[in-house]
T-cell receptor, first 112, second 114 residues
């Protein structure tokens, strides 16, 4: 079945460092891919998405490119801030009447 | 903006109690979901509903039931709460299954069963 694997955390970085959180997937067909963010004490909210191969999603300085050849959707940010401290979830929608698949989440700590 | 609200942010119940968690959405979305979130396990789907009075089991339905009598409201019921149901519970909606749509989440209910 479909699955999402993302790097385990926690990830701890200093402010202004470069961030990469890896996400790979397995799916039949042509899924859509998402990154959600969960700030402390809140529910998840969409950070960015890509619906077809080679699409790049971007928001708030974060980017991720849908790479079908490597089945990956890695999240990157060039210069992180303390306010980026949160849990990040990679997710997949297989474009069927079926459940959406989430990775286990990566906790990010940014130190001032 | 889509709004998904959950009846309580924090809840403390005793073992054996019947517990109701309510979720209400204001954007006429067809699909609604209940997840639980636990450290190291991520989000796990309990139940979802694609229409009024329709429900489908997710990955971990045991010990839970759901009710969807109106399109905007999706309730999660713990028939007899147990300590292993202590968790964060998240409700979500989805406008449709096409991949252009994302899920919208409520703020969560942190349930403690003592």
């Amino acid at each position: 079945g479909d699955s999402v694997t993302q790097m385990e955390g926690p990830v701890t970085l200093s402010e202004e460092a470069f961030l990469t959180i890896n996400c790979t997937y397995t799916a039949t067909g042509y899924p859509s891919l998402f990154w959600y963010v969960q700030y402390p004490g809140e529910g998840l909210q969409l950070l960015l998405k890509a619906t077809k191969a080679d699409d790049k999603g971007s928001n708030k300085g974060f980017e991720a490119t849908y790479r079908k050849e490597t089945t990956s959707f890695h999240l990157e940010k060039g210069s992180v801030q303390v306010s980026d401290s949160a849990v990040y979830f990679c997710a997949l929608n297989g474009n069927r009447d079926d459940k959406i698949i989430f990775g286990k989440g990566t906790r990010l700590h940014i130190l001032p | 903006d889509v709004k998904v609200t959950q009846s309580s942010r924090y809840l403390v119940k005793r073992t054996g109690e019947k517990v109701f968690l309510e979720c209400v959405q204001d954007m006429d979305h067809e699909n609604m979901f209940w997840y639980r979130q636990d450290p190291g396990l991520g989000l796990r789907l309990i139940y979802f509903s694609y229409d009024v009075k329709m429900k489908e089991k997710g990955d971990i339905p045991e010990g839970y039931s759901v009710s969807r009598e109106k399109k905007e409201r999706f309730s999660l019921i713990l028939e007899s709460a147990s300590t292993n149901q202590t968790s964060m519970y998240l409700c979500a909606t989805l406008p449709g299954w096409q991949g252009v749509y994302e899920q919208y989440f409520g703020p969560g209910t942190r349930l403690t069963v003592t």
